[in-house]
C-alpha cells in the first residue's frame, strides 16, 4: 500500500472506530447500520458528492453546508451526522468511502457476519444469490452478505472475494489463462 492510501486508511479507520464505539455505546447500531447503507448508496449514485468530497477546490464550509443538507435530506442520525461535519471542518471528508466500508467490516463483525463482494457479468437473480450466500456460508462458517456489483466486462461466471479469499471463475480469466498459455507455446 502506498503511503498516502495508508495515511488515508488510518484516517477513516479512527473516525469509523470512533463512530461504531459510540453508536455502540448507545445501543444504535442498527441504525448506524442503517445510516451506512444509506450513505453508500449515495456515494455509489452521485459523481457530484463523491467530487466534493474529494476536491479541494471546495471549501471547508461548502463541504461543511452540503454535507449538512445531505445529512438532512437523508435523514441521518445525529451522531454520524455530526461525525460528517467534523469531518468537513478538518478536510476529511475525502476519506469517506474507506470510513463507509470501515464501518460495514465492523458491523459485521459485530453481528457475526462477512461480507462477500460479488461480482458477476449480469445482474444475479434472488434465488441466485440465496444460493451463492448460502455456499459461502458453509465455506466460511459465518452468516454472509452479498455486496453484488454487475460487471459485463466478465463475459460471464463470478469473481467472489470473502476477506482476504478471492475466486475468480469469470470467462474473461479463462480467456485471458488461454490467451497466457497459447503465447508460452507459440
Known amino acids: 500500500m502506498s503511503e498516502p492510501a495508508s495515511i488515508s486508511a488510518g484516517i477513516a ?47 471547508r464550509s461548502e463541504q461543511g453546508a452540503a454535507i449538512a443538507a445531505l445529512a438532512d435530506q437523508m435523514g441521518l442520525t445525529q451522531l454520524l451526522a455530526h461525525t460528517l461535519s467534523l469531518m468537513a471542518s478538518k478536510r ?12 460495514e467490516a465492523m458491523i459485521a463483525e459485530e453481528k457475526g457476519e462477512m461480507t462477500a463482494e460479488v461480482k458477476s457479468a449480469k445482474a444475479l437473480t434472488k434465488a441466485q444469490a440465496e444460493k451463492l450466500a448460502a455456499t459461502i456460508k458453509a465455506s466460511v462458517g459465518k452468516d454472509v452478505k452479498l455486496k453484488t456489483a454487475v460487471e459485463p466486462a466478465l463475459i460471464g461466471g463470478l469473481v467472489v472475494k470473502v476477506g482476504s479469499k478471492m475466486i475468480d471463475n469469470s470467462i474473461r480469466s479463462k480467456l485471458d489463462a488461454l490467451k497466457n498459455s497459447m503465447k508460452e507455446v507459440g
Open 13 to 59: 479507520e479512527r473516525y469509523a472506530t470512533a463512530v461504531f464505539e459510540l453508536a455502540r455505546e448507545d445501543g444504535a447500531l442498527p441504525s448506524l447500520e442503517k445510516d451506512v447503507e444509506a450513505l453508500e448508496g449515495a456515494l455509489d449514485a452521485s459523481a457530484d458528492l463523491r467530487t466534493m468530497i474529494a476536491s479541494p477546490l471546495f471549501s
Open 92 to 103: 476529511r471528508l475525502f476519506v469517506l468511502p474507506q470510513m463507509v466500508s470501515q464501518l
